[in-house]
C-alpha cells in the first residue's frame, strides 16, 4: 500500500506539462504504480480540457484557434508506446532482476554504467536530456546513506523493496520529497531496495565523518 504521493500542486503540474524532465519522469514512474495518482492526472487533465473549452474564443482567427485547441486536446491522450516495443520490462542488476514500471521500462536505453558509491550502494546515471541529474540507486540489504541535507530538493521513489529514515519506512510506490531544511539518513535492514532519485542540487553532508565527502558530493550522487 503506498503511502507517500506527490502533492496535488505537483500532480496538476505533471498534468499540465510544466514539471522539469526529471520531475516529470518520476512522477511518471509514481503514476504508473499508483491507482490513487492515476485517477489524480486523469481529474487534473480533465479539469483543464474544461477550462480550455469554457474559454472564451476571439473573434478573429476562430477557425485557427479551433485548430488550435483540436491539437492541445488530442495531444492530451496517453502517448503512445514505442512503436516497436522492443524495450524490456527487466532490469537486470549482477542477476537480480527487478520489474520496471513502464516509464522506466521505456528509459531502458538510458541507463547509464552502473558505479559502486559509499555505503554498499550501486548508482547509474539516466540520461534523459537534461542537466539535471536523475539516477537509479541500489541499496543492498544494510546500506547507509550518510545524513544530509540539500541545496535543493530531492525526490526519491521506491521501484521496489523497503528502505527507512528517522522518520518512517517506505516500500514499493512511495515518493519522498525533501527539501533543503530537511536532514534524513536512508538506510536498508534485511531487505535490498532499488529506487529512482532526482536531485536538483549535489547533497550535503551534515555528520561526522561523511562531512569529508562533501567536496565528492557532486561525484556522489552524478
Ligand atoms: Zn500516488
Same mark, same amino acid.
Given at each position: 500500500?503506498?503511502?507517500?504521493?506527490?502533492?496535488?500542486?505537483?500532480?496538476?503540474?505533471?498534468?499540465?506539462?510544466?514539471?522539469?524532465?526529471?520531475?516529470?519522469?518520476?512522477?511518471?514512474?509514481?503514476?504508473?504504480?499508483?491507482?490513487?495518482?492515476?485517477?489524480?492526472?486523469?481529474?487534473?487533465?480533465?479539469?483543464?480540457?474544461?477550462?480550455?473549452?469554457?474559454?472564451?474564443?476571439?473573434?478573429?482567427?476562430?477557425?485557427?484557434?479551433?485548430?488550435?485547441?483540436?491539437?492541445?486536446?488530442?495531444?492530451?491522450?496517453?502517448?503512445?508506446?514505442?512503436?516497436?516495443?522492443?524495450?524490456?520490462?527487466?532490469?537486470?542488476?549482477?542477476?537480480?532482476?527487478?520489474?520496471?514500471?513502464?516509464?522506466?521500462?521505456?528509459?531502458?536505453?538510458?541507463?547509464?554504467?552502473?558505479?559502486?558509491?559509499?555505503?554498499?550502494? !550501486?548508482? /547509474? $546515471?539516466?540520461?534523459?536530456? @537534461?542537466?539535471?541529474?536523475?539516477? =537509479?540507486?541500489?541499496?543492498?540489504?544494510?546500506?547507509?546513506?550518510?545524513?544530509?541535507?540539500?541545496?535543493?530538493?530531492?525526490?526519491?521513489?521506491?521501484?521496489?523493496?523497503?528502505?527507512?529514515?528517522?522518520?518512517?519506512?517506505?516500500?514499493?510506490?512511495?515518493?519522498?520529497?525533501?527539501?533543503?531544511?530537511?536532514?534524513?539518513?536512508?538506510?536498508?535492514?534485511?531487505?535490498?531496495?532499488?529506487?529512482?532519485?532526482? !536531485?536538483? /542540487? $549535489?547533497?550535503?553532508?551534515? @555528520?561526522?565523518?561523511?562531512?569529508? =565527502?562533501?567536496?565528492?558530493?557532486?561525484?556522489?550522487?552524478?
Amino acid at each position: 500500500m503506498i503511502k507517500f504521493h506527490p502533492s496535488d500542486e505537483m500532480i496538476h503540474q505533471f498534468a499540465a506539462g510544466s514539471l522539469n524532465p526529471a520531475l516529470s519522469v518520476v512522477i511518471s514512474t509514481h503514476v504508473d504504480m499508483c491507482p490513487h495518482c492515476q485517477k489524480q492526472v486523469l481529474d487534473a487533465e480533465q479539469l483543464m480540457a474544461e477550462q480550455l473549452t469554457k474559454a472564451p474564443k476571439p473573434r478573429l482567427n476562430s477557425h485557427a484557434l479551433d485548430a488550435m485547441l483540436e491539437q492541445i486536446m488530442t495531444s492530451q491522450a496517453p502517448a503512445p508506446k514505442a512503436s516497436n516495443d522492443d524495450y524490456s520490462n527487466v532490469l537486470n542488476l549482477d542477476g537480480k532482476l527487478f520489474n520496471l514500471p513502464p516509464t522506466l521500462a521505456r528509459q531502458q536505453n538510458r541507463i547509464g554504467h552502473w558505479s559502486r558509491v559509499p555505503g554498499k550502494m !550501486l548508482r /547509474a $546515471p539516466i540520461d534523459i536530456g @537534461s542537466d539535471e541529474c536523475i539516477n =537509479l540507486i541500489y541499496m543492498d540489504k544494510g546500506s547507509r546513506v550518510p545524513e544530509h541535507t540539500h541545496k535543493g530538493q530531492e525526490v526519491t521513489l521506491v521501484v521496489n523493496g523497503v528502505f527507512n529514515d528517522e522518520r518512517d519506512e517506505y516500500t514499493d510506490g512511495d515518493f519522498i520529497l525533501m527539501d533543503s531544511s530537511q536532514h534524513h539518513t536512508p538506510e536498508t535492514q534485511d531487505e535490498d531496495c532499488l529506487t529512482l532519485a532526482a !536531485l536538483d /542540487a $549535489p547533497l550535503h553532508f551534515t @555528520s561526522g565523518i561523511s562531512r569529508l =565527502l562533501n567536496p565528492f558530493s557532486s561525484l556522489f550522487f552524478r
